[in-house]
């Protein structure tokens, strides 16, 4: 029971950590004592915790090596800008079409998810990582071959060009290859950003405290004597992985629609955004929620707000290398934090100090 109690603890705190900045962030707002430096990166922290949180439910709590939550992302953002172009002009309430756009992109990348996991989560280690990174090249690279567009006569589809699209005078193309997709409602704000936040950490944790959260961490901590009671691998292994991909899709919607224009590049959905939101979960803390949460705000901090507040201020060698080599420090962080965390001299450094310490607060506590 006092497990239990300590776990619910935990979760309180966690949810006050976030409902406290978005408190203390919208007075900051409506007292005018926030740069549009920093109100611009209010939705993306948010959207970076999602992803975030999500991925640990793979590599923390289901003890899987995934690298391509960016491609999930990217279905998620896609077909969530792909319908709000749609319906722009049916549904005209941009709340009501904003929720179902998530709802829609949280559908797809849980379907990707699902089909992607069915193969891939009988691999294990360093495999299931490559091919995972492979569906994230290949789902970014298809949506940059592909065109689709809408007429009087309904939707056309290409892998050619806009022009073999065929369609009449009045048609549109809505996605036009490595273009993207352009003219997107900025319906994402703070508020529903926060909302979206909180409500991947109640899916997250619950699951968590759920018998099927408690099969799944059997799963990470001894496969063979998982199996060996009846716990069905394929079944609470694919659970996982799905809900981390639809999570990932809504995300990506609120990517997409923090932005008037939407392209594939490899900066926004390739290798590089699935090493930071990796880095993102390591540096927070593998199997930590809160970890989670509190990484992917820090770490923006660091290297957006107070690297582009210390650039106005003035140029300088080391400034320029840290905006030129952002990924390079992504990098050395994940390795410096990997050795740290599971070198066998480490580990026994922080036995030891932890032990000192009890051992300190059992004598203070004796002496009083």
């Not at 999500?54 to 391509?68: A, F």
Request: one cysteine or more; charged letters at 15%; a positive charge.
């Amino acid at each position: 029971m006092k497990r239990w109690n300590k776990t619910a603890k935990n979760n309180a705190i966690t949810y006050g950590i976030v409902i406290a900045a978005y408190i203390v962030m919208q007075i900051a707002l409506m007292t005018g004592h926030v740069s549009s430096t920093m109100s611009g990166l209010l939705v993306p922290f948010c959207y970076y915790v999602i992803l975030s949180v999500s991925l640990n439910l793979t590599v923390g709590i289901l003890g899987e090596l995934s690298l391509g939550h960016a491609g999930f992302m990217c279905i998620g953002a896609f077909t969530s800008a792909f319908f709000t172009k749609c319906v722009q002009d049916v549904i005209t309430n941009s709340l009501i079409r904003f929720l179902l756009a998530i709802l829609i992109a949280a559908a797809f990348a849980a379907l990707f998810g699902f089909l992607i996991g069915i193969p891939v989560l009988r691999l294990r280690g360093d495999y299931l990582a490559i091919v995972t990174l492979a569906f994230g090249e290949i789902i970014k690279n298809l949506v940059n071959v592909l065109y689709i567009g809408k007429d009087s006569s309904g939707f056309h589809v290409s892998m050619k060009d806009a022009l073999s699209l065929g369609m009449d005078a009045d048609g549109t193309v809505i996605l036009n290859g490595p273009q993207g997709i352009s003219g997107i409602p900025r319906d994402a704000n703070f508020t529903i950003a926060i909302v979206f936040v909180l409500l991947t950490l109640f899916i997250v944790t619950r699951l968590i405290q759920s018998r099927d959260g408690r099969a799944i961490m059997s799963i990470r901590d001894n496969r063979i004597a998982a199996e060996s009671i009846g716990i069905n691998i394929t079944k609470y292994k694919l659970l996982a992985f799905t809900i981390s991909a639809s999570l990932a899709g809504v995300g990506g919607a609120l990517y997409s629609h923090n932005m008037s224009t939407l392209s594939a590049t490899s900066k926004n959905f390739g290798y590089n955004m699935s090493i930071m939101i990796l880095v993102y979960v390591v540096l927070g803390g593998i199997g930590s929620i809160r970890g989670s949460v509190i990484a992917p705000v820090v770490l923006n901090l660091l290297l957006d707000y107070f690297l582009r507040k210390f650039q106005m201020l003035g140029s300088s060698p080391i400034l320029e290398f840290l905006s030129d080599n952002r990924m390079l420090i992504y990098a050395i962080l994940l390795i410096v934090l990997m050795i740290a965390t599971w070198s066998p001299k480490m580990i026994s450094l922080r036995e030891t100090l932890f032990e000192r310490r009890r051992m300190s607060k059992e004598e203070d506590h004796a002496n009083a």
